[in-house]
């Protein structure tokens, strides 16, 4: 059941145009991203949701009402923002009294739930705490409680993890696939970093310049991007500028300039002649000096320029013949691959011919 | 001060050279005066002003120490009362005050930055000229010739009420009052208001909370260590003011200020003065006392 549709939405600032055309569908219960860098609309998006903004064309529509005529605070969608926006003269049951407040619920019913949100995100033994006494963790927890507290029809979280160090947001992850799980509420998530996007969502919409990219499950953005920005965007992905020689049904010959060619996995769409890049993720690409490389498909003579030893994988940069760099990246434990190479080793690269991908211009 | 005997002696002599002039400052001009103050309420006045001395070789003579002045304070009921009265303009100068100066203050802080600056200029403009020129501005603004008094009286004429004075009356006293210390609410308040997140009240918007809660739940109970510092402003010179009433009150409209004045510059009753001032001093060192408790809780978070 779609919980949230945007149906041609455009908003203008000026003659930027910040969100242009995106028509999307939620799934109710489902843990839904906006990834994008800064800049590409879906902070504008958010903010047209929560009621802070509005759309100068399209619709926006919760349960197949229009929210046009509903202003933010009578929205059932509530949002968890980046700084929290925690009440500083309130507790922390206080802020997670607040909206069963302002929704003017018994008083009774008011303790039981806040007491509930609180067990929830395992804060219980600080709801008679200040904010400035928490941790950010906390922090984050609790405008989690306070915006769940009332059982919106939607969260909205604007980039909640980014003030958390590394470790800790980690933890967090799991926390929030967990919470959404357990409360079944529909969460929207910007977030310009991909690896969380790709760990937290049901679904990823990419966005860039206003537009959705590629809206898809993380797996499949992952290992099928559409466009370059998308493949560039996601992850790290070798790119060559390649030319189309051959379009089968079975499989794509490109040439690469000062290199030759390379076999490829078919493309709905694309051309003898066209002109492209050839992308290939990092662990994709396999390196050796034995002949195990050479009996790939795609085979390369190149040089080791500079390797990052980052203690489960190794990242070799790779100088091909024409000029090209290209990135591996080799796991170090596993067997017959803990072999390192030195800068300047003469090796072999190769890749199978169903990896990688031609992306159109 | 704590006692930091670790400090190195560059940072000890550091610490005396930027404590040490108005700690001597303070001591010369503020807690030596109380104490001669202190002092001179126990003793008699003297005959031409001035205090009679403490030994005298004439039995005639006023001498020594005596409670006599605080014996009198407390016989003459019309000494309460003048307290009670100055205690209620202060109270009544500061509400007026803080119901102004916060929508202006408000106004301030969510204009856009480039032209708070100016407004808070424009706030503080009036300091620019002489205090006593812009309260006798007052008499004339209030005179029974000036056009506000005539529209005023007309209206109160064409609905069947009595002419009223404006001018060397309560109101006029009050009028002046609020319109100098106007400023020294504003002030503080927009300071405290400026500092505001404004993601707070969008979250509480989202919350649920319409403008009226926002209001209420967020921007007020956030401001009240800025309530409580321009009250603490306003109310305690409001208290000591003789300027105001001199000019623009009437011959009843005595205050405590006009009170202690009277003593030194009228009556010379040196010793009496003294008492009214420690009075003074007491009642209002209570009330900021009473201020910093309450106020202790709102700066908690602030």
Known sequence: MASLELRNVTRRFGDFVAVDDVSLTIESGEFFTLLGPSGCGKTTILRMIAGFDLPDEGQILLDGRDLADTSAEKRPVHTVFQSYALFPHLTVAGNVAFPLKMARRPESEIRQRTREALDQVHLSDKANAYPHELSGGQKQRVALARGLVNRPRLLLLDEPLGALDAKLREEMQVELINLQRDVGITFVFVTHAQVEALALSHRIAVMNEGRVAQLDEPAKLYSAPRTRFVADFIGQINQLPAQVIEAGRSHLRLSVEGLGEIVAPPLQGAKVGEQGVYAIRPEQVRIGVHDEVGELKNHFAGEVRSLLYQGDVTVYKVGLANGATIEALLPNSASGRAQLFEAGDVVKLGWRHDAGMFLHD | MTDSPQLPRGARLAKWLVSGPPFVYLLLFFVAPGIIMVLASFRYPGEFGGLAPLASSDPGTLQGLTLETYAFFFSDIIYSYVFLKSFLVALATTLICLLMAYPLALLIARSPKKSRDLMVLLVILPFASNFLIR????????????AFSQTVNGLLTALGFEPVHLLFSPFAVLVGMVYVH???????????????????????????????????????????????????????????MFAIPDILGGTGDMLIGNLIKEQFLGTRDWPFGSTLSIMLTIAVLLIVWLAARLGGRGRRYA
């Not at chain 2, 309260?135 to 000036?146: D, E, K, R």
């Open chain 2, 135 to 146: 309260v006798y501005a007052w008499m004339i603004i209030l005179g029974p010739q000036a």
């Open chain 2, 182 to 240: 106007l400023p020294f609410m504003v002030l503080p308040l927009y300071t405290n208001l400026e500092k505001h997140d404004p993601v707070l009240l969008d979250a509480a918007q989202d919350l649920g909370a319409n403008a009226w809660q926002r209001f209420w739940r967020v921007t007020f109970p956030l401001s009240l260590p800025g309530i409580f510092s321009g009250s603490a402003l306003v109310f305690i010179p409001v208290l000591g």
